[in-house]
């Protein structure tokens, strides 16, 4: 009845909204061809969960009344396509603050609790999925320079890729061996693997090998992935074998206790 109505009229409006949007980007002068582009696929993946929305509101209305099996459906489809509008948002957020030049303020992080914490996140992330951490001895009290809350983005990214790429009963481990002065944090799954020719295009935005496939991803992530690893001073590497699985290596440069030390010695003084 009358919220279906009211759903409807806000779905409209924000359809047209992105139309403004895109035109109003599309008089923009060409030197901003790469921000054209990012708003005009952002504005498309918008749109694709507002048509359904739109298809499940209209269901709702011609027979939501009498079937309310056909109902339900239709309410929970409009909610996974609600969530997927958020994640993108937030993850567009992300990347705007990227755009504008923002750097992450880097601090001293001893890297096997952030380990720890984050494996026990993706753990509940698959009920299906082998998972294991395997955290070298050598990595024992080991520091980065690092923000917590990006680094944990940076791997939970990574570790939700592999879980979601990998079948329901492959495994996934995230593994970190340190060496004097570095540390490899790896991500590894059994699962789908990456062509070879596809390879170089996965961190760029919006890239899906299969789009078809639905994962409920933005394509986002891994171009997060990489602005985090760049803001760490650290370096993102990808091996992977169609059928056979990939290993993602993020390389920190690791952090002298000593120096760390110093370092805040000298900001406190
Ligand atoms: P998405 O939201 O689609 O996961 P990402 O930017 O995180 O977007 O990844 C881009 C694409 O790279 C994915 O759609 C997927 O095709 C591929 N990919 C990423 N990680 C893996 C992996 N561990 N195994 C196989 N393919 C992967």
Redesign the pocket.
Known sequence: GEHQDELGHLVNTLNAMLDNLETAYRELSDSHAAQRRFVSDVSHELKTPLTTIRGNIDLMIRMGEEQPEVRREALLDIASEVKRMSRLVSDMLVLARADAGFTIPLQPVAVDQVLEQVARQARMLSEEVDFHLHLAETCRDVKIMADPDYLRQLLL??L???I???SPQGWVELAAHCTDGRIDVQ?S?N????DEG?IN???????????S?P???????????SWITQQHGAKLT?K?QLHQ??V?TVTFPTVREQLIEEKIQQTEG
């Open positions: 990214i990574l939700d890729n592999a979601k790429y990998t991500i799954d699962g789908m693997g990456i596809e295009h996965i961190f760029e935005r919006f890239y899906r090998l299969d789009k496939r994962t409920g991803g933005t394509g986002l992530g891994l171009a997060i992935a990808v992977s699985g990939s993602f």
